[in-house]
C-alpha cells in the first residue's frame, strides 16, 4: 500500500515523457524516416567534413530560394562555411567540389523540374566521368498535394543523386508550401548534423515562418500580412457571348495613393472578402500592366468548380467601381524578363495568360525592342476577340513584327497555339536559334504541356533540353 502513490507517480512520469517523445517525432513527421548516416536511435549524425557546404536551390516561383537562404544564414549562424548556389547556374563538375550539399528543390506542375533545374537535371542524368562518392546530402522537396507526383523532382532528383554515388544525410523531407511544421522538421534534422544554438534555430523558424508567407501561402489567422487595400476603378466584361466562362479586366489603384514599383511578369495576390468560408488563402494572379499605366490592370476569368463561382473569382467579376480588395505583390522570378540579350521575343499563351504576356510585350515595346512575335489562343474570334484587336493596333504601328491567332472554337475547325506552333516550325527554329527568348504564360494543363510537345518535335530532344536550359525558355502557367 505504501508503494502504490510511488508506482502513480512513475507511471504519470512515464506516460508524460512518452507525450513528449511523440510530438517531438509528429514534428519531424512521417516521411522524415532518417538513414543510418544518421542513426535510428536519434543520436547526432557525424561531425562534418572540412571544406564548405552547398546549399542549392531549385526554385520556379522564388519560394524554394527564399527557403534555401534561410537555411544558409541557419548554418552561417552556427559558424559553418556555406556556399549558396543557383542550380541554373551549376554543372555536376561544380558541384562535385563540396563534401555536403543540401537542396531545396520546387516540383514544377505533376513532377516536373523547375526551368531553371532542367539543364542541371539533363546533365545529371547524361553518362559522365563525374562521381559523387565522396558527398553527403540532404532534400528539401517542395510541392504541391493538388498533384499526384507531389514533389516528384524532389524525389527523383534524390534518387538520381545517389545513382551518381552521392550518400544521404536523410531521406528527403517533402513540403507543402505554407505548412510549417515541415519547416520546423527540416530544422531538426540539419541540427543533427550541424548543432546550432536555440537561439539561432529560433531565428530560422521565424525566418522560414516569414518567408512561407512571403511565398503566397499564409494560414488564415496570418494571411493579412503584407496585403494592403487597393480601389477597383474599372471592370470590363471582355467577353460576351463567348462559349467559354467569363473573362473580366480589372483596373485598380492604391488606397494609399502610392502605386508602387515591379517589373513585367510580377504576381499579385488576393485575399478572398472579409468573412468568405476558408478565407484566408489569397489568389494569384498575373499582372497585365506596368507602373507607368498609373494603375494595375488583371484579367479575371470566373472559375466554377461542381457548379459553384469560385471565392475571389466569383468575387471579383461581380465587383464594382469602388470596391476594396486587399493585396500584395509578388516577384515572379520565373517569369522576370530574360537577363540573356535576346535578338528577339515570342510570345506564347492562352486565355487569362494574356496578362502576362501583356506585361512583358509592353516592356520591350517601351524600351524600343520590336522584334517580337505573337501567338495567342482563344476559343471564338466574334466572342473571344478582345487580345487580337490590341495586339493588331500595336503590329500596325511596328510594336511587333508578326502575330498569329489560333480559336479553337471557330468554324467548326480546332484550332490551339499548338498548331501554329508546328505549322510555322521553321520560323520558330530561326527565331530561336539567333537568341529569341520565349514567353509563355495560360493553362498548364492543355495549353503549355502540348506546347512543349510541340516545341520537342520541333526541336528535338537535345535541342530542346538546351534551348530550356539557356535561360531565355520563361514561363508562368497555371
Excluded at 146 to 168: D, V, W
Excluded at 244 to 263: A, K, M
Excluded at 267 to 279: K, M, N, Q, R, S
Excluded at 418 to 435: C, I, K, P
Aim: aromatic fraction near 8%; charged fraction near 20%.
Amino acid at each position: 500500500a505504501l508503494m502504490l502513490p510511488l508506482f502513480a507517480i512513475t507511471g504519470w512520469m512515464l506516460y508524460l515523457d512518452r507525450r513528449r517523445k511523440a510530438r517531438a517525432v509528429a514534428l519531424e513527421g512521417a516521411a522524415l524516416s532518417v538513414t543510418a548516416a544518421t542513426g535510428s536511435d536519434g543520436r547526432r549524425g557525424p561531425v562534418p567534413e572540412a571544406g564548405p557546404i552547398a546549399v542549392i536551390h531549385a526554385s520556379q516561383s522564388g519560394h524554394a530560394q527564399r527557403l534555401a537562404l534561410s537555411t544558409t544564414s541557419l548554418l552561417r549562424r552556427a559558424g559553418h562555411a556555406v556556399d549558396v548556389l543557383a542550380v541554373a547556374r551549376l554543372d555536376v563538375q561544380a558541384l562535385a567540389r563540396y563534401p555536403y550539399a543540401l537542396w531545396v528543390a520546387s516540383t514544377f506542375g505533376d513532377g516536373d523540374p523547375p526551368d531553371s533545374a532542367r539543364g542541371f537535371f539533363h546533365a545529371l542524368q547524361r553518362p559522365n566521368d563525374v562521381t559523387l562518392s565522396h558527398q553527403h546530402y540532404g532534400v528539401l522537396a517542395l510541392g504541391d498535394r493538388q498533384y499526384p507526383a507531389f514533389c516528384g523532382f524532389g524525389l527523383r532528383l534524390h534518387e538520381r543523386l545517389q545513382q551518381a554515388g552521392a550518400r544521404p544525410l536523410f531521406l528527403p523531407v517533402t513540403m507543402e508550401e505554407g505548412h510549417g511544421s515541415a519547416w520546423q522538421a527540416w530544422l531538426s534534422i540539419l541540427d543533427r548534423h550541424w548543432p546550432v544554438s536555440d537561439d539561432a534555430a529560433d531565428d530560422a523558424a521565424e525566418d522560414g515562418v516569414g518567408m512561407l508567407l512571403a511565398s503566397g501561402t499564409p494560414t488564415a489567422e496570418e494571411a493579412s500580412d503584407g496585403f494592403a487595400p487597393w480601389r477597383i476603378v474599372r471592370r470590363t466584361h471582355c467577353n460576351p457571348g463567348s462559349p467559354g466562362n467569363p473573362l473580366h479586366c480589372l483596373e485598380l489603384t492604391p488606397v494609399s495613393g502610392q502605386l508602387g514599383s515591379w517589373e513585367a511578369g510580377a504576381l499579385i495576390e488576393v485575399l478572398p472578402p472579409d468573412g468568405a468560408p476558408g478565407g484566408g488563402v489569397p489568389r494569384s494572379y498575373s499582372v497585365a500592366s506596368l507602373p507607368d499605366d498609373g494603375h494595375l490592370q488583371l484579367l479575371v476569368r470566373l472559375s466554377v468548380r461542381e457548379g459553384k463561382p469560385g471565392l475571389v473569382s466569383g468575387w471579383l467579376t461581380q465587383s464594382a467601381p469602388g470596391d476594396l480588395v486587399r493585396l500584395r505583390l509578388v516577384p515572379n522570378p520565373g517569369f522576370a524578363p530574360s537577363t540573356a540579350e535576346p535578338a528577339g521575343a515570342i510570345f506564347i499563351g492562352n486565355g487569362s495568360g494574356y496578362a502576362g504576356l501583356r506585361a512583358q510585350l509592353l516592356a520591350r515595346m517601351r524600351e524600343g525592342s520590336h522584334d517580337n512575335w505573337f501567338i495567342f489562343g482563344e476559343r471564338s474570334r466574334s466572342a473571344d476577340g478582345w487580345a487580337e484587336a490590341e495586339i493588331v493596333a500595336w503590329l500596325a504601328e511596328g510594336g511587333l513584327r508578326r502575330a498569329d491567332f489560333a480559336y479553337s472554337r471557330e468554324s467548326g475547325a480546332l484550332r490551339y497555339v499548338t498548331h501554329v506552333v508546328l505549322q510555322q516550325r521553321d520560323a520558330l527554329r530561326e527565331w530561336l536559334s539567333r537568341g529569341a527568348v520565349l514567353y509563355v504564360c495560360g493553362s498548364y494543363q492543355g495549353m503549355a504541356t502540348d506546347l512543349e510537345h510541340a516545341l520537342v518535335d520541333v526541336l528535338g530532344d537535345e535541342g530542346f533540353a538546351d534551348f530550356a536550359a539557356s535561360g531565355r525558355y520563361r514561363r508562368d502557367v497555371y
